[in-house]
């Protein structure tokens, strides 16, 4: 039962450590690319956001008119001068 480890030798050394740095660098390209796609989704919904409350801005109509009520209610403060 007893195995032997085989020692590597210098070109299989070296060859298993290209493997890993080319797999370093195709993850690291997968990183940059799932970010980038990321980015890019977040940008789209900001777009459909924008063109959704351009197209049809009476659905935040009555939010905003709750909001200028609830501003007339709060007591108005004033700056003091130093």
Known sequence: MSEEKKIPTV???VTHLNEQI???EVRAKLQALN???AKDRAEEL???AFIAQVTNPQ???DADLDAEESEEQLP???LKKD
């Open 76 to 78: 108005k403060r004033k």
């Open 46 to 48: 900001n777009a459909l």
């Open 35 to 37: 970010t980038q796609i």
């Open 59 to 61: 659905v935040g109509s």
């Open 22 to 24: 080319q797999i370093a």
């Open 11 to 13: 070109e299989e050394f």
